[in-house]
Structures are given as C-alpha cells and as structure tokens.
C-alpha cells in the first residue's frame, strides 16, 4: 500500500531538493534518479525551462511524497516504482528527481519535477483531477508489485474526514498518530504548565518543535509556525491549519485566563509574629578555603553558619524539587533539542558548500 501527497514550490527549490538528496538519507545517493535535470544543477534547470512558459503562475516546482506501509517493501523496489509513478504522471516532458530516503521506519520516496515541461512550456496543473490521476496511477503500479490498495469509503471521508483533508491524514488522527494532533497535545500541555507566554514557548520547544513568528509586535509575522525537527515545512498556527484556539494570540489569552482562574483558598491558621528574615539568596558562598579561616576557628565556624544560611536560602527560593526537576527537564531537552538543530544546520551547511565547489 503507498499513499500520496503533493504541494507546490514556490521559492527555494534547492533547499527543497538537498534535502531530498542527502545521502544519509538515500544511502549514500544510491538511490537517487534524475530524468532531464542533474539532482546539482536542478534550480538552474527548472528556471531554464520556468523562462521558457508565459504563464504567471508563482509555482516553481511541485514535492510529490510516496510513503509505503512498513514492512511491505524493500528499498530497491520502493525506488523502481517511484521512478515508474513520475514516468507515467509526467510521461517524458518534465524534468524530474525521485528520492528513496531509508532513515525513516517506513520506506517512502521524493519526487520533484519542474512546474514547466520541456515541450509545450505550459505549467503543470494541480486540481483534484490531476490528484485522482495520480492516485490512479499510484493504485496501478502497486497492484502490479503485489501491494496492498487503499479503497476509502466515499461516504465516510465525506463525514469525518473534513474538507481539505487526505485520507492518510483523517486516518491517521482516527490512530491518534496524525502529527498535527501531537502537535496540538503539545501546545495545550505547555499552556497548562506554563506562566506566560514566552515559557509556552519554551517548552514547545523542548518537545522537539521549531517555532518561527512568535513575536506579538505590530511588525511581527500575522502567523506563528511549528515545524517537527524531522519534517521539512512549518504548520502555521491559523484557524485555517490547526485550528482557532492555536494561533499565537489566543496561545497568549489562554496563558492569562488561566492566571486569572481564582483557586481554591485554605482557611489560613491565626497568624503569629514571626521575627524577620535576612534574604540570603543573593550572597555568595564564603570560600573558606583562605588562610585567615585556617588560622582562626571561630571565624571558620561563624563562615560554614553563613554558607549553610545562604544555601537554605537559595534552595528556598528555587521552589519545590518537583518544579525544579521540571524546570531542569525542560532546559534538559531544550539542549538536546537545540544540538539536533545545530548538527542539522551543519549538515545543510557542509551540502551547501559542496554545491558551491561545483558551481565554482
């Protein structure tokens, strides 16, 4: 069984592209096809062939994902019918690259052709049409390996799937493995925890998301986007994608209702006199190590009373252990999140270059 999905490009094509390519993602670029295009010059070949059409149209290129069903293809295999799928959809008119990526738990490949044909320079046209075509074309080429088929029911789809909405992706949230649904769980655990705002935020992030936009300011983005670290574009947080109740404004009121939200009251015990106590919490420790403390024992005692004082005073105000084991938790994987992150950009950073070598 495969499942299809398509969206169009409309900026940046060799991102979209090196990440396709990366050969720790298809075996070393083992299992990387490219048919009137090279997979290292594709950006300038699809704008050879955008300058050739007259239509207007913003679209560059189009991302066509093949994702199999675990278990029930062999890479090799996965690779052949992805290559015959943009054979048969694009029948020799495009330019195209159709990657096989393995680092994932179920096999499933990349396909992306130009938005303009080589022959009559006209633009490809996304409707349903042309997605059913595709679906169509998909069903045959797994019949023919001896795959499973997808047979949704018409009217089911139509009630519970939503408008908009792939069959994959309504199944998936039936599953409770849609990533959008991680993505909204996430969102409201950290708006129960957090205390304002940008503490949301934080711990959005310790859940391995990027978040871009965030900024309330005036000039500041109109929406904020979520990206999972191991996904290639950003959801933005609009009525539209996830919902009302997740755009960055509402995120921000529910923080403050919340903290407006009267709590339970304990019938306090009759208040009693209590002598004042010194704020110790912004000292610092006595390094006792000195020679005047070795010299001198009653100053050495009068010091280790001092440390104790300030210690007690600092574990005080850091709160209870549970909140502190949350707060280091969180700093914990935000790091772990934030390496991932930078060991991504380093790859990103190391394809570019040798690009750049090429091109030179």
């Known amino acids: 069984m495969a499942i299809t999905k398509i969206h169009a490009i409309q900026a940046t094509v060799h991102k979209a592209v090196n990440y396709i390519c990366n050969p720790e993602k298809t075996d070393e670029g083992i299992l990387i096809f490219s048919f009137g295009c090279s997979p290292e010059t594709a950006a300038f070949d699809f704008k050879f062939a955008l300058s050739k059409t007259k239509q207007s149209d913003p679209n560059k290129a189009f991302h066509l994902i093949q994702a199999f069903m675990p278990g029930e293809v062999s890479y090799d295999e996965a690779h052949r019918i992805g290559v015959a799928l943009a054979d048969k959809l694009l029948e020799g008119k495009y330019s195209y690259i159709v990657s096989t990526h393995t680092d994932k738990g179920h096999v499933h490949n990349h396909i992306i052709f130009c938005a303009a044909d080589n ?39 139509s009630a519970g799937a939503g408008r908009g909405k792939s069959y994959h992706e309504w199944q998936a949230e039936q599953n409770g493995t849609s990533w959008k649904v991680k993505l909204k769980n996430a969102i409201d655990e950290a708006i129960e ?53 997740y755009t960055k404004e509402r995120i921000e009121e529910h923080i403050r209702e919340k903290a407006l939200e009267p709590t339970k009251k304990r019938v306090p015990f009759p208040a009693r006199k209590k002598n004042p106590v010194k704020d110790y919490s912004s000292k610092k420790l006595i390094d006792t190590t000195e020679y005047k403390f070795a010299e001198s024992p009653g100053l050495k005692h009068w010091a280790d009373i001092q440390n104790l004082k300030i210690a007690a005073s600092s574990y005080s105000a850091a709160g209870p252990i549970s909140e502190l084991e949350k707060q280091i938790a969180a700093k914990f994987t935000l790091a772990k999140t934030a390496r991932a992150s930078l060991v991504e950009t380093e790859h990103q950073l190391k394809d570019l270059g040798q690009i750049l070598k090429y091109a030179e």
């Open 119 to 157: 022959v009559n320079h006209e633009k490809y046209h996304d409707c349903k049409q042309t997605y059913r075509g595709i679906r169509r074309l998909n069903d045959e080429l797994c019949r023919a390996h001896g795959l499973s088929i997808i047979k949704p029911h018409r009217k089911s789809l």
């Open 193 to 245: 925890i957090a205390d304002t705002y940008e503490d949301c935020l934080n711990l959005i992030r310790s859940k391995g998301y990027e978040i871009k936009g965030e900024s309330l300011d005036k000039n500041a983005p109109k929406y904020i986007s979520f990206r999972p670290l191991d996904r290639e574009h950003f959801i933005r947080g609009s009525e539209r994608s996830l919902g009302a109740d």
